[in-house]
């Protein structure tokens, strides 16, 4: 790897920081360059434009996401859906899970709004999280696989959705009476 190239990943690692502390909040020219400790002009070094900092940025936090999921719920054994949700409820309501929930369904809503880049980066991550849950789902033969594969990220997100806008501490209730609702 090229000198450009360690620095470039430097770059993207502060900047993922920056984006789970803080959101979209902050994210012009300037102080994405500011956040990563480097001028505008060699931030434009690095990357083409502003939206291919954020793509770059954005696929890193999708990344370190998928790793915490892919500890928390193994590849192996695949699970039924009930399970599988009640599972990854369990994690992405936790405390350690909140920075990227939250700055999850602030790109979606950039998205919605048709803001660029968000649309494409929102499509990709979504793409990869289908077919990270798909590969772990214990189905019959001719289930719809995608569909319930979408089924379970819609419950995960909406979770995470009811904890984000909530003012107490409901995540930890919340997850126990979906597991609750679950095992019925």
């Known amino acids: 790897m090229s ?22 909040a902050r994210t012009s020219l300037r102080q994405l360059a500011a956040a990563a400790g480097v001028s505008d002009r060699m931030l434009l070094y690095y990357f083409a434009d502003k939206a291919e900092v954020l793509a770059a940025v954005m696929a890193r936090v999708a990344g ?27 994690f992405t309501t936790g405390p350690e899970m909140r920075r990227f929930m939250r700055l999850w369904v602030e790109v979606v809503a950039a998205a919605a709004r ?15 999280f289908r077919h990270w849950v798909d590969g772990r789902l214990d189905l019959p033969e001719g289930a719809d ?6 089924a379970v990220i819609a419950v995960i997100d909406g979770l995470a959705l009811v904890d984000i806008c909530s003012e107490d501490e409901i995540a930890p209730r919340m997850a126990a009476a979906l597991s609750t609702l679950l095992a019925e």
């Open 114 to 128: 048709g803001e660029a880049p968000f649309p494409a980066i929102v499509a990709q991550v979504m793409a990869g």
């Open 64 to 90: 370190e996401l998928s790793v915490r999921l892919a500890e928390a719920i193994p590849d192996g054994a695949p699970l039924k859906p009930a399970e599988l949700v009640r599972r990854a409820a369990a």
């Open 3 to 24: 000198i450009r190239d360690q620095q470039r990943e430097a770059v993207i690692e502060r900047l993922a920081g920056h984006l789970l502390e803080h959101g979209l």
């Open 145 to 150: 696989r995608a569909g319930t594969a979408a």
